[in-house]
């Protein structure tokens, strides 16, 4: 069994393959002058299971080709098995049209995966893991919610947890369950043209004196962590955390978050960046030895 290291997720396919003892394949890759791509395969794979580990990260309609091109090649050259290990699933956000005429990403990159063939689809914290029952192969989307809570569980005293929209209460449940806290969540929309965020509380909480914790699948702009934010503050917090599966930060958003009072912003490293501190690959090498 092998592991090959996809080359937005080497590091991580590195973890993976030495905590399971397994053979790492590298991929030699090199961007052409042009911006085109160049991969290979730097060991035989004919005949091995192999698991390939390639998060959509930004860039990420690059990472996203590699990811297919790399899988087709795996089969191409005699895969037995091929398990796509793709911590973060881009493009899961676009997931309906929104507006006439948009076109729906999120299905179509399901359509382009089963194209492939795959033995078995690995992802973390889908955004709406209702795209996942499009997939032909078999899907394990798994949380790194428990891991954010073990985290956390070690810095703060007096905490509360907070979602911060509609779609993230479970996400917030599951950190406060291990946590042993309350929790609650907010209500967000979102201007569908300019992106603008307003966010609201569901029902009234008091955050008095609390460390509160905001969790979430991704954070990008930073915007909705700031607005929810914003809200524990005059609830009462005291300090406000944030944590993330998917660390984006786009462009300027970790220094803007940090302006805006947040103490810490944790992510996991299925998007290496400079709050990557929560690794996935015990929960990866789990999944692995089950496969
Ligand atoms: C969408 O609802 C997601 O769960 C995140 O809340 C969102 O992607 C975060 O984006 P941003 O950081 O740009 O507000």
Request: hydrophobic content about 30%; aromatic content about 10%; charged content about 40%.
């Given at each position: 069994m092998l592991v090959v290291a996809g080359p937005s997720s080497e590091q991580l396919a590195r973890e993976v393959a030495s905590l399971l003892g397994w053979g790492l394949v590298g991929i030699e890759h090199k961007l052409f002058p042009d911006g085109e791509s160049y991969l290979r395969f730097t060991k035989r794979i004919e005949g091995e299971e192999v698991a390939l580990v390639q998060s959509i990260t930004p860039p990420q309609d690059r990472s996203l080709l590699q990811l297919l091109f790399l899988l087709r090649t795996a089969r191409e050259l005699g895969a037995r098995k091929v398990w796509a290990i793709v911590p973060y699933l881009a493009y899961a956000r676009q997931d309906e049209r929104y507006r006439e005429g948009e076109v729906v990403s999120g299905k179509l990159l399901i359509d382009m995966l089963n194209e492939l063939e795959l033995d078995a689809l690995v992802t973390f914290d889908v955004h709406n893991p209702e795209l996942l029952k499009g997939v032909k192969a078999r899907t394990i989307d798994l949380s790194a919610m428990p891991l954010i809570a073990e985290y956390f569980s070690k810095l703060l005293r007096n905490p509360f947890v907070l979602a911060p929209d509609q779609e993230a209460p479970e996400r917030a449940e599951v950190v406060a369950s291990i946590l042993g806290c309350?929790?609650?969540?907010?209500?967000?929309?979102?201007?569908?043209?300019?992106?603008?965020?307003?966010?609201?509380?569901?029902k009234k909480f008091d955050a008095s004196g609390k460390e509160v914790l905001i969790v979430d699948d991704i954070i990008s702009t930073g915007g909705t962590v700031m607005a929810a934010a914003k809200i524990a503050r005059e609830l009462g917090a005291r300090e406000v955390h944030a944590a993330c599966t998917h660390p984006i930060l786009a462009g300027d958003a970790l220094r803007r978050l940090r302006e805006a009072g947040i103490k810490r912003v944790v992510g996991t490293n299925s998007i290496p960046s400079q709050v990557s501190e929560i690794s996935l690959a015990p929960e990866i090498c789990k999944v692995l030895r089950e496969l």
């Open positions: 309350e929790w609650s969540w907010l209500i967000k929309s979102r201007d569908k043209i300019t992106g603008e965020i307003e966010t609201k509380p569901q």
